[in-house]
């Protein structure tokens, strides 16, 4: 995943970008898939165990992305932070149902930051500890928010400091964990993850 955004001064026709331009940021990361690994030679980070997309109720034109002469605009609408918490739950109940998850806080969190309103509402709908999006919110702070190559930046910072605290998984000792991401539609993505022994 690489995100570039450049920067160009706001014109008549589309000043809502500056917005679009503010938020992001530029972050680059890349991920191999496989199945099967080489114990001894290949060393997995995490285990995908299913994923799904959902697009949001009442979420057409949230955020727009178009690629234009002037580059790359986007339209952002207020609610975006509230459309995405009050909708979190049902996505994160369809996906864990089936292995019979329903506490949030008893797995590990990758959740795209967006930015801070989306975090903080993600908190409070789902009572989420602080400590659960630590490394997202490491990463907003330390990178701001690079679109979709911020999940892989999560990824790593998790397992980064999962190693350093002496956590027995990836995914901060835990076994199970949600890589939650969102983007134009309104569209979300829900994947569940297996964390390995670090």
């Excluded at 994160?92 to 806080?105: H, R, Y």
């Excluded at 659960?132 to 690079?146: A, E, F, I, P």
Aim: hydrophobic share 40%; with cysteine; aromatic share 6%.
């Amino acid at each position: 995943m690489v995100t570039v955004n450049e920067f160009r001064g706001p014109n008549d026709t589309h000043l809502d970008s500056l917005v679009g331009q503010a938020l992001f940021g530029d972050g680059a990361g890349a991920v191999i898939v496989g199945s099967d690994p080489v114990i001894g030679i290949e060393k997995p980070l995490f285990e995908i165990v299913s994923a799904a997309q959902t697009i949001l109720p009442d979420s057409d034109g949230a955020i727009d992305g178009h690629l234009r002469e002037v580059g790359l605009t986007f339209h952002l609408l207020k609610d975006v932070p509230g459309l995405i918490s009050k909708n979190i739950r049902k996505s994160l109940v369809e996906a864990f149902k089936p292995l019979g998850i329903s506490d949030w806080n008893s797995i590990f969190w990758i959740a795209h930051p967006g930015g801070p309103a989306i975090l903080d509402q993600v908190e409070t709908e789902l009572s989420l500890k602080p400590e659960k999006l630590k490394s997202t919110r490491q990463v907003l702070r330390d990178y701001g928010n690079m679109s979709s190559a911020c999940v892989l930046f999560i990824l790593d910072e998790m397992r980064k400091a999962s190693a350093k605290d002496g956590h027995r998984t990836t995914g901060e000792g835990l076994d199970w964990g949600v890589l939650f991401g969102f983007g134009p539609g309104l569209t979300v993505e829900t994947v569940v993850l297996h964390s390995v022994p670090t």
